[in-house]
């Protein structure tokens, strides 16, 4: 059986399934080109990542495609439902980015909170001859202990860096769907696991309350953005935001108009609108962080991810 690797897959992944008899190719075919590559290479599944995008129309169009897999969490380049309701296994890797995801999401913390960002920008170009002014700048930097952060998705992602949060000081307060009141969380300390109960709380709270905001969901169902204008408004003076999640979780032109009043004082977006190819005056503010949709792209969640794709696909296909 041949499975198609379209936006790539770990070596030790590949290794596992060709152990199990599978065939991977891990040639790309262009996203134009999918269905007909799909049935001319006779592919039985398709793997991607969020480059690649699996519609209704390929799903029709390939009547030997038993099964669509996507290497990470957000399955929004997919017609789940759809392929689902065909008969096709459609599956994603949750838990195996988690850690790689929370480490940028509270690396970006720090940079605000410090304001690495921009020093990192300015000593380059007027170090030599500014020092003593930026060194004056950026002396006013502040701490994360004592601080509110407030998760927005209280999944794999948002857990693991709560607990990165609980353990530099931080106050933690979360929203996520269903209604259970409290999440349990166990943190690892040297050899040592604590555990600590973590108080869900309202949207308006979170919004008002806390110092830093970090996003781990999608865009809403209807398509609008979970962060507008309205919800910027509702946000404390100052307050720093992070996008891991999916661009356009948060408006881009309100947050601009945010952060050019001052009411926002940074931003760190791993995700954006028209991937791949971001606005250009979003990567230049200089107020933004800006990464390339990295979070989950360390060597070890690449290497849990090809891990755990291949043993479903071993499960669901031998």
Known sequence: MRILANDGISPSGKAKLEEHGFEVVTDTIPQENLAAGINDGGFVGILVRSATQVRKEHIDACPNLKLIGRGGVGMDNIDVQYG??????????????????????????????????????????????????????????????????????????????????????????????????????????????????????????????????????????????????????????????VNTSRGGSIDENALMAALNSGHVKAAALDVFVGEPAPRADILSHPKIISTPHVGGSTVEAQDRIGVELAEQIISLLK
């Open 84 to 241: 689902r309701d065909k008969g096709l296994h459609v599956i994603n890797t949750p838990a195996a980015s988690s850690q790689s995801v929370a480490e940028l999401a509270i690396a970006s913390l720090f940079s605000m909170a410090r304001l690495t960002y921009d020093a990192d920008r300015k000593m380059p170009a007027t170090g030599v001859t500014d020092f003593k002014a930026l060194k004056k700048a950026y002396s006013k930097g502040t701490e994360l202990r004592g601080k509110t952060l407030g998760i927005i998705g209280f999944g794999g992602i948002g857990q693991t860096l709560a607990k990165y949060a609980i353990g530099i000081g931080m106050h933690v307060k979360y929203i996520t769907k269903g209604d259970k009141p409290t999440t349990d969380l166990e943190i690892e300390i040297a050899v040592q696991k604590i555990k600590v109960t973590v108080e869900r709380t309202s949207m308006e709270d979170l919004l008002s309350t806390s110092d830093y905001i970090s996003l781990h969901v999608p865009k809403q169902a209807d398509g609008s953005a979970v962060i507008g204008e309205a919800q910027l408004a509702k946000m404390k003076p100052g307050v720093g935001l």
